[in-house]
C-alpha cells in the first residue's frame, strides 16, 4: 500500500466480510489488525481482495503478533475518545454553515424559510465538496466500501464531489429550483441507502463524508447529514408544488 487511498480502500474491503468488528490499518508497515467476533479463515480475508490483485494478505506469525498488540497498547491507541472529540471537525462544520446562514438572513431583513435552506445547502455542498476534491483519488477509494453505486463503478466516487460541487452552485444561484430539488433528493436518497446498511451491519469503516481529510467512523451522524438533505429537498419540492 502506497497512499490513503489504498489504505481506505482495504480497510473498506475487508470491513465488509462478516464477523469483522474494527479493521485498523499501518500504511508504512503494511500490516492490518482485524478484530474479529469469531475467528475467520485467512483465506476468507483473502478472497475479500480477490477483485483486486494489487492487494495481497497474508497471516502474521506469533511474533508479529505480539509485535502488533504491544505497541498499539502502550500507545493507548484503544483508549475511548469522547463523542464530541470524535466528531468534533462535522460538528464544527455544521456549525459554521448554520451561523453563517443565519447572519445572512439576518442582514437580509428578516427570516424566510425558503432562502436559508437554499443557502444552508448551497453552503453544505460547497463545502463538503472542497473537503473530497483535496484528495479525489483517496476519497473515491474510501467512498466505493460502502457506497452502492461507487461499490459497482468507482467513476462514481469520482464524480460524486463534482456533483455536489454543482449542487452548490445552483442552490446559490437559485437556477430551476425544482430541478435542483430533486436532483439533490434522488442523489442523496440513493446515498443514505449504502450508509445505512453500514451502519446497521455495524461495520467499523471510515465515513468519506468529508474526504479523507479527517478519520470519522461511519455511524447515526453520516445518516443525519444526508437524511437533512433529503428532507430539505424533499420540503422545498412540495413547497414549490404547493405553491407554499
Sequence with gaps: MTCAGCQAKVQGLLARVPE????????????????????????????????HPKYTLTEAGPAAHASLAAPAAAAGE???????????????VFAYILGGTLLIEDVSGGFLLMRWMAHFMAAFFLVFSFFKLLDLAAFADSYSSYDILAGRWRGWGLIYPFAELGLGILFLTGFAPVVTNAVTLAIMGVSIIGVVRSV????????????????????TITIIEDGLMIIMSGFSLVAAFSGF
Design 20 to 51: 469483522v468488528e474494527k479493521v485498523k490499518i499501518d500504511l508504512e508497515q503494511g500490516t492490518a489488525q482485524i478484530d474479529m467476533r469469531k475467528h475467520i479463515a485467512t483465506a476468507e480475508l483473502q478472497a475479500a481482495l480477490k477483485d
Design 78 to 92: 484503544d483508549a475511548p475518545v469522547s463523542w464530541v472529540k470524535t466528531y468534533k471537525p462535522i460538528l464544527l
Design 200 to 219: 446497521v451491519r455495524h461495520q467499523k469503516i471510515r465515513c468519506a463524508c468529508l474526504g479523507t481529510v479527517f478519520n470519522l467512523p461511519m455511524s
